[in-house]
């Protein structure tokens, strides 16, 4: 769906993004991540036709961006990290705005202010100005904007930057739920964000794309395999029994905090959660918590997405 291939760009004698290639499958949710200045926005840009590329090709559902650039705009949405909204105008009035600078039918728009306000939820909010909405909801009126022409590809730029818990936790839904209809593109610099909304990362350094894969592929390579830590209500003994059989796992009980309750890690090449929680189930124990450990995996993207001249190689 998404074909990118040599894309770079130069800014004078410095070069920000060095031949980047890769190809997305549609209705994929994709993550950038990187570093605040390692060229995931100048990236985006490049792929939402707001920034000429100096070479290579970017090629959605068929469309050149460079043969032809109006009808590659057309299948795309781009909304950078500030929403850019104009806060005296009601939401309708904006999306209406938008719409028409898209070239869609008065008709055909008026009907998909309504599917597209509901969507983000904001269908409450149509007839507010943008200026008394708070910064999630402006955030999500922004997501409307880009999506009101219903584009191919949907890219956004820190979608979750400035929202509190809740709006992160609700923002993520929202990015899930477009895909499928929607291939979507989003950066950030947080990577529990990445990883918890996203299908594949890509790790962004120098400009360049310096990994791929999903979260459990990147915790193979980079940290080691996955950890899973839990908290069963149980014997000691038990729980090790009732674990051991769980291929590839690597597991180490030990006592809690409470009486009867025993912290347990395992190590393993990839996600074990659902088999770790059934083989407890299944023995009568109680699970209390489980969740995967990012620590490793966030020292291994650390290390990886450092300027080249300061990474060691692993």
Request: aromatic share 4%.
């Amino acid at each position: 769906m998404i074909e990118v291939g040599g894309l770079t760009k130069y800014f004078e004698q410095h070069r920000a993004v060095d031949h980047v290639d890769f190809a997305i499958e549609r209705g994929q949710v994709v993550g950038f991540l990187g570093l605040n200045g390692a060229g995931k926005t100048t990236i985006l840009r490049m792929l939402a036709g707001d920034l000429e590329p100096s070479a290579g090709s970017v090629v959605v559902d068929g469309r050149d961006l460079l043969a032809d650039p109006q009808e590659y705009r057309r299948r795309v949405g781009f909304l950078p990290e500030t929403v850019p909204v104009y806060p005296d105008m009601t939401v309708r009035e904006y999306l209406r705005y938008v719409g028409a600078l898209r070239g869609m039918a008065s008709r055909e728009l008026e009907e998909r202010i309504e599917v597209v306000a509901a969507q983000v939820d904001v269908g409450d909010h149509l007839d507010r100005p943008i200026e008394h909405l708070s910064h999630g909801y402006t955030k999500r009126v922004g997501i409307a904007s880009v999506i009101v022409h219903d584009p191919d590809l949907v890219i956004l730029d820190e979608a979750i930057s400035g929202l509190d818990p809740k709006q992160i936790f609700d923002m993520r839904s929202l990015i899930r739920g477009l895909a499928g209809a929607h291939t979507v593109l989003v950066s950030s610099h947080i990577l529990p964000e990445i990883s918890q909304t996203c299908d594949e990362i890509l790790v962004v350094r120098d400009g360049a794309i310096a990994a791929r894969g999903s979260e459990d592929d990147l915790m193979r390579r980079f940290a080691g395999g996955a950890v899973v830590d839990m908290e069963v209500r149980g014997d000691a003994g038990d729980i090790e029994a009732a674990l051991s059989n769980i291929e590839g796992a690597e597991v180490s009980v030990a006592d809690g905090d409470q009486p009867g309750v025993c912290k347990v890690t395992v190590r393993s090449e990839g996600d074990l959660r659902e088999s770790l929680v059934a083989a407890c189930v299944g023995a009568g124990l109680g699970v209390r918590y489980v969740d995967v450990s990012r620590g490793e995996l966030e020292a291994a993207f650390l290390q990886l997405s450092r300027p080249a001249a300061t990474a060691e190689v692993r």
